[in-house]
């Protein structure tokens, strides 16, 4: 009877320890309204393996680069599809998996940060805070290796990674070039076909 009571006390003991423990984590975790919380959560989203948790931690330029390369890249496949004749089609509807049949702008930041290696370096830099500096709506976290990582303050106060962005509107800038050029071709297939088939 006493060793049970022992028993049930050590396990009681244990658990209030662990509740203890989970209640400080959450109360002296950063704030993601701030750098520090922002970058937190970006570290955790990469070492947990869930990369497309970081889309919420991009600036908003990034995530809106990320949701018009889904669109134009969508539109694009649907034309593609419609008109293009093979072998066009089907090497152009592969170039684009990934990112035009995919929910949204999350899943696009996905799909480019496996293929460009933006998660691979994520992976190599990360590592524990040693400085923040922050200037107006721009912070700048240094790690303990020495690498700098800027963030700018978005519209909803969450800090926001601007690491991709550059690369992120390149691409969005590249897949509205392609959309002209794809309904431009399409249009010329469609009026080849509509040839070929007159008497």
């Not at 060793?3 to 003991?13: P, S, T």
């Not at 984590?25 to 955790?44: C, N, Q």
């Not at 805070?129 to 721009?138: D, F, H, L, P």
Request: glycine share 6%; with cysteine.
């Amino acid at each position: 009877m006493f060793r049970r009571a022992k028993l049930l006390f050590m396990a009681g003991l244990v658990l209030v320890l662990w509740a203890g423990f989970v209640l400080h984590s959450h109360l002296t975790f950063p704030d993601e309204k701030t750098p520090e919380g922002a970058y937190a959560r970006v570290v955790i989203a990469i070492t947990k393996g869930n990369p497309r948790d970081c889309f919420a931690y991009l600036e908003t330029q990034a995530q809106w680069a990320s949701y018009t390369i889904r669109d134009y890249r969508t539109k694009s496949a649907a034309i593609v599809e419609r008109a293009y004749p093979e072998p066009e089609k089907s090497a152009l509807l592969a170039s684009y998996r990934g990112q035009a049949d995919v929910p949204d702008g999350a899943d696009t930041w996905l799909t480019l940060a496996e293929s460009r290696g933006f998660i691979a370096r994520l992976r190599k830099d990360l590592s524990g805070m040693k400085k923040v500096e922050i200037a107006g709506e721009r912070a700048t976290v240094e790690t303990a290796r020495g690498t700098r990582y800027a963030f700018r303050r978005r519209e909803n106060g969450i800090w926001g990674l601007t690491t991709f962005t550059a690369e992120l509107m390149a691409e969005a800038e590249k897949s509205a070039r392609d959309y002209a050029m794809v309904t431009k071709s399409a249009r010329d297939y469609e009026r080849a076909r509509s040839a070929s088939t007159l008497p």
